[in-house]
């Protein structure tokens, strides 16, 4: 079921970037009310945003195989969700596998990851189509102020750090972190032999998301 999703939805996205937009609202059964909880009230000297991007963008909204909404969206980091800029305020899609958002070209999708504390799920953005995939993990942490340790050093005000991390997926899940580096991509992946072999014709490091994606295309497409 991930993976039907995971290849309806990029396969689906790149349709939707040449279709006119769809004039319907996202449907409340798939929306909260509002955000959820979390940090409601920024102090005035925050570095950094919660945001990817703060501004909304358009995009459209895909449930299922079939029904998509136009709709202006932009992804919190931080709290892990997508909101959705309504005429009444700002809500956010519920977080369903079978539900999934193309922002301004990035398609954000649900997955199951090993975590810290066992399997989660969260939203990742898709890189690349077929049976093993590269997903890219951004998120936010928000540090409090810390006070100068002597009088020879400064107040550090609050601040939001980003993190980005790499994930690949197979058949069945869940997703399992990678460095974007030869050795972590090759242990992932069953077909290590067509890997390496594939790697040194073209000169390849994997130490940047083309290059990984440029081998499991080839993988996927063996």
């Not at 396969?11 to 004039?23: G, R």
């Not at 996202?26 to 009310?33: A, D, F, G, S």
């Not at 590269?134 to 002597?150: G, N, Y």
Request: aromatic share 10%.
């Amino acid at each position: 079921m991930i993976r039907k999703y995971l290849l309806l939805g990029l396969s689906i996205s790149a349709v939707s970037l040449v279709q006119s937009q769809v004039s319907l609202e996202v449907p409340t059964e798939y929306v909260n009310n509002s955000t959820s909880g979390g940090l409601n009230t920024l102090p005035p000297n925050v570095e950094g945003s919660p945001y990817l991007d703060e501004a909304f963008k358009p995009g459209r909204v895909h449930v299922g195989e079939e029904q998509e909404y136009a709709a202006s969206m932009r992804y919190n980091a931080y709290r892990d969700e997508i909101e959705i800029k309504a005429a009444d305020g700002v809500t956010s899609l519920f977080k369903r596998d079978y539900v999934w958002a193309d922002i301004a070209g990035d398609l954000f999708v649900i997955a199951p990851f090993k975590g810290r504390d066992g399997i989660s799920e969260g939203y990742f953005i898709l890189l690349n189509q077929g049976d093993v995939r590269l997903l890219k993990r951004i998120t936010k942490e928000f540090m409090e102020s810390q006070p100068a340790a002597s009088s020879y050093s400064q107040d550090r005000p609050p601040r939001f750090l980003e993190s980005v991390e790499y994930y690949l997926i197979g058949e069945e899940g869940p997703a399992r972190e990678v460095r974007l580096r030869k050795k972590d991509v090759l242990e992932f992946l069953s077909d290590s032999g067509a890997a390496e072999s594939f790697i040194k014709k073209e000169g390849l490091k994997l130490k940047s998301e083309e290059e990984v994606i440029r081998l499991l295309g080839y993988l996927n497409g063996s």
